[in-house]
């Protein structure tokens, strides 16, 4: 099983991450922030992951902390879950609508962290959250995960589903790309011989 555990404790954040890349879609969160709970039941749901996340933060202050340091750990228990990469596909790509909003979400389990992220918010808050965060959440995501990811809106008036298709097309690009290649016999996907 492709599983790992990471705990991060800082000043300003506890947070716990439990990964099972080859899960059924499970996911238990505790973060105090109700729509980054919703965002991240999709990743697991729809990369069919397990996914245990309990996070405490200096939420008197703002979410900022305690959502980067989820993407932070978040990433760690991936690059530890996912070892080597050996027999994986490596790519993965998703196109995912929601009503009016479509994204598009790649994916490249390189070894290099990249974040190409175009997204034009049709507001700045959802509900109590502020979109800005987001971004800070694939940041921290990709520094840490070594993976290279590039997340496109391509259209939307809402912006709860402007985010929403964002996190699907992430998980469902990213279950294509850890997904084991029965061609690949346990081969690293690079020339390289390593990523």
């Known amino acids: ?36 709970e919703h965002m991240l039941d999709q990743v697991a749901r729809h990369a069919l992951i397990d996914l245990e996340i309990e996070a405490k933060g200096d939420l008197h202050i703002d979410a900022h902390h305690t959502v980067e340091d989820i993407g932070i750990t978040l990433g760690q228990a991936f690059a530890r879950a996912i070892g080597d990469k050996a027999g994986v596909r490596r790519y993965g790509h998703a196109y995912v609508p929601l009503d009016e ?8 389990l390189s ?9 034009d918010y049709a507001r700045g808050l959802i509900g109590e959250f502020d979109v800005d965060l987001v971004r800070e959440f694939f940041q921290g995501f990709v520094n840490h995960a070594l993976v290279t990811l590039h997340l496109d809106n391509l259209r939307g008036r809402n912006a709860h589903h402007q985010c929403e298709t964002i996190f699907k097309a ?3 690009a990213l279950r294509l790309a850890i997904e ?13 011989g390593s990523l």
Do not use: C, W
């Not at 081969?187 to 390289?192: E, G, L, R």
């Open 1 to 36: 099983m492709r599983t790992a555990e990471v705990t991060r404790n800082t000043k300003e954040t506890q947070i716990r991450v439990r990964i099972n890349l080859d899960g059924s879609g499970n996911a238990r969160l505790s973060t105090g922030l109700p729509f980054l």
């Open 101 to 108: 909003a479509i994204s598009r979400a790649v994916v490249d």
């Open 180 to 192: 084991p290649d029965a061609r690949a016999a346990g081969t690293v996907p690079s020339t390289k």
């Open 111 to 119: 070894g290099r962290p990249g974040l190409e992220y175009h997204v």
């Open 170 to 172: 992430f998980a469902r």
